[in-house]
């Protein structure tokens, strides 16, 4: 099993452009999460979805949106990113209270 | 709404010597606690878990942490650290009812756990 896997591993944005990142798990877990971790900010919820076509606003909703078109997958977009996006992404899945997290996406924003 | 604070964002400790990072959280109903740790340039991994019980909880590589209903804390130690500790833990809450939505996660800021030679 691969587990929680997200691409890309890295990437640079210039302020405006788009992007979407995939969060991919192959253990049938019906939840799964985006978070963003900021320097001593912990990590902060994006965006969930408890199942398939399903997504609802975590607690840092704005600028981002999400779909979840198959339960292994879940994209997050940024339609016109801004320096404020610059963090790192990591993407989790879970069947219950354990999440298993990916490797996560460093993004940088100028 | 719960939240948590993790009270020390740094702790440096010798190597074999105890370690306790400490975690409080805040909430209206009853909650799951858990310590997350992450190692450099690495995801999350799940370090332990308070679900129900006794308080006094095991998890991976020698931590334990205990449950204070009372205190609303939930800390973590370890009797002997090694230089392979060094990572950041983060301490994190769910609300305790079932249910896909209450699965999620409130997340401390973290504490760098830095274990010297």
């Known amino acids: 099993n691969a587990g929680v896997t997200q691409t890309p591993k890295f990437r640079v944005l210039k302020t405006g452009q788009s992007m979407t990142l995939l969060c991919a798990q192959d253990?049938?877990?019906?939840?799964m999460y985006w978070y963003r971790q900021d320097p001593g900010m912990g990590l902060r919820l994006i965006h969930y979805?408890?199942?398939?076509?399903?997504?609802a606003k975590g607690e840092v909703p704005d600028g981002y949106n999400v779909s979840r078109l198959k339960k292994q997958n879940f994209l997050l977009g940024l339609e016109s990113a801004a320096p404020s996006q610059t963090s790192v992404y990591f993407c989790?899945?879970?069947?219950?209270?354990?999440?298993?997290f990916g490797p996560g996406t460093r993004l940088t924003v100028l | 709404a719960q939240s948590v604070t993790q009270l020390d964002s740094q702790v440096p400790v010798f190597e074999e010597a105890p370690v306790e990072l400490r975690c409080n959280y805040s909430?209206?109903?009853?909650?799951?606690l858990f310590w997350y740790v992450q190692y450099p340039n690495q995801g999350l991994q799940l370090l332990l878990k308070?679900?129900?019980?006794?308080?006094l909880v095991k998890g991976i590589n020698g931590f334990e942490a205990e449950f204070n209903k009372s205190q609303t804390s939930f800390h973590l130690r370890k009797p002997s650290v090694h230089i392979s500790d060094t990572a950041e833990y983060f301490c994190?809450?769910?609300?305790?009812?079932?249910?896909?939505?209450?699965?999620?996660?409130?997340f401390g800021k973290g504490t760098l756990l830095t274990v010297n030679p």
């Open positions: 989790a899945s879970s069947l219950s209270h354990k999440q298993f």
């Open positions: 253990m049938n877990h019906e939840y």
């Open positions: 979805s408890v199942g398939e076509g399903t997504t």
């Open positions: 909430s209206s109903v009853s909650v799951y």
């Open positions: 308070y679900l129900s019980g006794s308080t």
């Open positions: 994190a809450v769910s609300p305790a009812n079932s249910g896909g939505s209450n699965y999620k996660l409130t």
